[in-house]
């Protein structure tokens, strides 16, 4: 089966799945966060740092402090795959460093019965000092 076209129906259920991914990290709780990640779970960072579903759930969920804004939302699907880039606004601490508020961001959902889960995130923010 092709990529699908953006549709407004697939963005309307993107946006859906960010927030409610959002909204979990914003209450900091990992056991909150767990089920919406998958098991091979991997998250890229733009200072080089890379982790895993349980380094991540550990150490590295950022500590959000507005509620984000989702902008330039492009979806893509194939079968049970969802790509979706956007430029996400939001202030945010990400591994004790203040984040760039507005960047591009990428993130891999794969659709399951029991809703969207998220494969791969690459978080684009320059992180200050």
Known sequence: MAAAA???????????A???IF????SGDAEKVRPL???EFQIARSDGAVYN??????RSIPRIESKPVFS???ATRNGDIVVVSLRLQIEE???GKTAESVFPH??????????????????FAKLQE
């Not at 953006?6 to 859906?16: H, I, K």
Request: glycine letters at 4%; a negative charge; aromatic letters at 6%.
């Open 53 to 58: 579903k349980e380094e991540y759930l550990a």
């Open 93 to 95: 601490h990400v591994d």
């Open 23 to 26: 909204d979990a990290l914003a």
């Open 6 to 16: 953006q549709d407004s129906g697939l963005e309307t259920q993107a946006r859906q």
């Open 72 to 74: 330039n939302v492009i």
């Open 106 to 123: 990428l993130i891999v959902f794969r659709v399951t019965p029991d809703g969207w889960q998220v494969l791969a995130a690459a978080n």
């Open 18 to 20: 960010l927030t409610k």
């Open 37 to 39: 990640l998958a098991p």
